[in-house]
């Protein structure tokens, strides 16, 4: 390889230095515009009421042929809670504790 000219050296260092510059700026700059666009975002949602909360604003043209009839009790599907015969034995010879999941 050739050797380079200390002239050469120092602007090749230079470069360098100014590109890692920039990019450093360039990642901070993104990072606060997520940080910011973020705390926007979640402050849109919560001062906007959710579709739920709303109440219907078009009234039926027509009359309502369930109107005058009594509401019908929901239909319960789901089984009734029943106790288990005998609580859950730990695999590893103990009481038995609540293990809190996470990642």
Request: hydrophobic letters at 40%; a neutral charge; glycine letters at 10%.
């Amino acid at each position: 390889m050739g050797a380079m000219a200390p002239g050469q050296l120092d602007s090749a260092r230079l470069r360098r230095d100014l590109s890692l510059l920039l990019r450093r700026r360039l990642v901070l700059y993104a990072g606060i515009g997520a940080a910011g666009l973020t705390v926007i975002l979640s402050l849109v949602a919560a001062a906007t009421p959710s579709a739920a909360a709303t109440p219907a604003t078009n009234a039926p043209a027509t009359s309502d042929p369930t109107a005058g009839q009594e509401p019908q009790q929901p239909v319960d599907q789901q089984p009734s809670f029943v106790l288990p015969a005998q609580p859950p034995q730990s695999g590893f010879g103990g009481s038995s504790q609540a293990i809190s999941g996470g990642s």
